[in-house]
């Protein structure tokens, strides 16, 4: 080998050794095992149960009770945080034992990337069918670290106008005719009531409301009424007093009924207890003219925003409805809530312990903030 050969050999040996090292350094470095380097963030949740204590017995077709179980949230990237929250009303099955076994099954820590929403959210759904609103409490948690972390409103990563928002309804549960006066002297600051019927004499319930309000109402059924001919003649009467619509007239299992008194009201008919997921949305087409999409149902902000379009472009009205929740859950539905026709977002206002602070309705408005993620500020110290 003469001097020249020796150098270009050489040249390549040393090449290659220097290209061998950097695969090496490369591979430590992605495994994160070495040791002065910093470990790649992942995903870390967090959860604690909680209980609401509401402001009035709350009564429904289906019975009465004075607390709900939640279970609030926490999920932390690299030194962001994000919240959310899991309300568990007793008739959708859920319960704090329910949602804390279901999250303790979920393992983020894989994630290393959390604005992959759409695969972290696929793997939170797969891991057990059901748990709507334990999952629900993962995708807030979710929104709002990446809002957080992008640093601006989810409404605005939605391209959606904070200017459109709805009015909120203010909701008064089957009560006595005293009670029932008392919940429209207190819903004064709002413009729209959403009045529960079905357990009790419907007619006395708005005739008493009437006696001292002429305000808007939407009425909310819960399934109660079983006779299609009584719901056709309800819906006549309520269109004669500014009722604008009824939420879940009948049992969603009655579809046929449901169909037919759909086609022949005067006032739309919306779905609330038959439509929970996008795939019910679907077979609710024809069914209902509108629907009441809640995170709790749906799973979340994901899934929510998804149905909202759908719902648009199937031409049936959208309504963001809650639980007895706080301002955590609330403030994420109102995210949304400029793609609706109607909101129904007071969850907060039925609970006196409130842990956050978040959206506000000013003049009977849904009334968004300026603040990353879902626009929530800590009250109490819960993590
Ligand atoms: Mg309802």
Redesign the pocket.
Known sequence: MNKRQFLKYGTVIAGGLITANTGALGRIMADGSYPHRRRKAVLRLLFKPYELQLRHVFT?ASGSRTTTPVVLTRLEFDGQFGFGEASMPPYLGESHETVLKFLSQVNLEQFTDPFLMEDILAYVDGIMPGNHAAKASVDIALHDLVGKIIGRPCYRIWGLDPGKTPLTSFTIGIDTTEIVRQKVREAAPYHVLKV?LGAGDDKIMINTIREISDKPVCV???QGWKDRGYALEMAHWLKDRNVMFI??PMPKTQVDDLAWLTQNSPLPI?A??AVQTVSDLLEARGLYSGV?IKLMKCGGMNQAVKMAWMARAMNMKVMI?CMTETSCAISAAAQLSPLADWA?LDGNLLITNDCWEGITIRDGKVTLNDRPGIGIREKVKIF
């Open positions: 429904l529960k909310d059924v819960n939420e879940q919306v609330d207890e009441n409805g129904d």
